[in-house]
């Protein structure tokens, strides 16, 4: 009946039947029209008038004719009379097929035979089956289908977030591994979460911290055995080589004031050959010093001084050696500076380390030697050592404080080790600037004492 309804509803209407569902509040398709499949309109002539499938309509050529689809070229179930004729003895029209029985709840098409103005005209209603089980069975297996779909998509993004969640952290363990292997122990992993994974990440952090703590006593161990080796050999040096030093030294002096040649000539070169080698023993001696001052522990006598007092001590030892040479050599003072708490004699001997490199590494063709004295921040005070020399280069900078480690033929390499150690044991630091051919720089930072913070504080 609702497809005789939708067919009439055309007949009267200039719209096609699939423009009319189109237009219909009600979807054609249904649960209470859902048998529905087509509605034809056909004439007496077995043209297809209207149609639910569009390309059964009539369509209209180039020449302005009307092309019709006939009744036989639409493919339907078997026909059935759905409603008798006004007159029981009209025969049907040729083009259309006996009426067939068709069960009921099967597919099959009815036709209505129905007078209109234009002439008789025909409804065909084509009904899909009844079948509710089987319709219903199709209905579940499609929402069985979409809801299995559903929860495996949900399933696949739970189960890829907790693969994220762990894998993350283990390749982040896996990379921190690497860089431990590489030597790298100051490397850590996040340890925020509270689960098994969090645990490791600690584990792992404590056990990385314990290692680095571990190459630190390592290194300090390996130091330790260093300095008890040198001192071990600073103390055999001392008591082997001191004493036949010191009697070589007061033979030479013996040697010449009583031995002199009567020649002046003569006199000359023996007083020069003398004066060598209590060079070369002097030299000696001051290498076996360098030995006992970075061997022995430090024992500081620290006292408040002006820092200024003891730059000008260091450099007044080298005038003289530098006005031969044709360098320059200055004092610079930025500032009121607070006093200091140091051992007079090792701060003196930290500047005229530094001030003698500075000479030597200008091989005695002039140049500028400055110690530049200023304030780092109001608790401590900087000094500046620097020379216009030949400079240091890049391969040896960084080696320029190890023990042993000298660029001059004649050197030990503990000159700049026993500044550092002097440095370090008045809680100060050291650094070094240098490029090659372009000059070095030393930068020593001192802590302020006290008191003489005070007494800049009162000012």
């Known amino acids: 009946m609702t497809g005789v309804a939708l067919a009439l509803k055309s007949l009267r209407s ?15 398709s249904n649960d209470k029209i859902g048998r529905v499949k087509n509605i034809l309109v056909v004439d007496d002539g077995g043209n297809v008038r ?5 390309d ?6 180039e020449d302005n004719t009307t092309r019709y689809v006939q009744f036989k070229d639409v493919p339907l179930p078997p026909l059935r009379r759905a409603a008798p004729f006004p007159d029981e003895e009209e025969p049907l029209p040729s083009w259309m097929p006996q009426s067939s029985e068709v069960d009921f709840g099967e597919a099959g098409a009815f036709y209505f035979p129905v007078q209109t103005d234009k002439g008789r005209r025909f409804i065909i209603v084509e009904l899909g089956s009844s079948n509710t089980f089987t319709n219903l069975l199709e209905r579940q297996a499609s929402r069985s289908a979409f809801y299995t779909l559903m929860l495996l998509l949900a399933t696949t993004l739970v189960t890829g977030f907790f693969v994220w969640r762990f894998t993350r952290p283990i390749k982040e363990l ?9 030597g790298d122990f100051e490397v850590q992993v996040s340890s925020e979460r509270t689960d098994e994974m969090g645990t490791l990440a600690s584990a792992f952090n404590e056990m990385t911290a314990q290692l680095d703590r571990a190459r630190e006593l390592e290194t300090q161990l390996h130091q330790a055995e260093k300095g008890a080796v040198v001192g071990r050999l600073a103390a055999a040096i001392a008591h082997e080589i001191r004493n036949p030093l010191n009697y070589i030294n007061l033979t030479l002096d013996h040697l010449r004031s009583s031995f002199a040649p009567l020649d002046e000539t003569k006199r000359q070169t023996f007083v020069k050959l003398t004066d060598q080698l209590k060079a070369e023993v002097a030299r000696i001696n001051r290498h076996i010093t360098d030995f006992l001052k970075y061997s022995r522990p430090s024992t500081l006598e620290l006292r408040e001084m002006d820092i200024r007092v003891v730059a000008e001590d260091a450099m007044r030892i080298v ?3 530098a006005e031969e040479s044709g360098i320059e050599t200055s004092i610079q003072e930025e500032g009121t500076l607070p006093t200091i708490m140091a051992d007079g004699d090792s701060l ?10 500075a000479l030597e590494a200008m091989n005695g063709e002039g140049g500028k030697v400055s110690i530049k004295l200023s304030k780092s921040d109001p608790n401590s005070v900087k000094v500046e050592v620097t020379d216009s020399g030949c400079g240091i280069s890049a391969k040896d900078i960084s080696k320029v404080f190890e023990p042993y480690f000298s660029t001059k033929e004649t050197g030990t390499g503990l000159g700049l080790a026993i500044v550092k150690k002097a440095i370090d044991d008045h809680s100060g630091t050291i650094s070094v600037a240098s490029k ?24």
Do not use: C, H, Q, W
């Open 14 to 28: 200039d719209k096609y039947l699939d423009e009319i569902i189109g237009d219909s509040s009600d979807k054609f």
């Open 50 to 54: 209207d149609s639910v499938v569009a």
């Open 56 to 61: 059964y309509n009539p369509r209209e050529r």
């Open 174 to 182: 896996s990379i921190a591994a690497r860089k431990v292997a590489g």
């Open 319 to 321: 005038e003289a050696r």
């Open 348 to 357: 003196r001997s930290v500047f005229t380390n530094l001030v003698v490199n």
């Open 436 to 459: 090659e051919g372009s000059g070095t720089t030393f930068t020593i930072i001192l802590p302020a004492s006290e008191k003489g913070e005070t007494m800049k504080s009162e000012g």
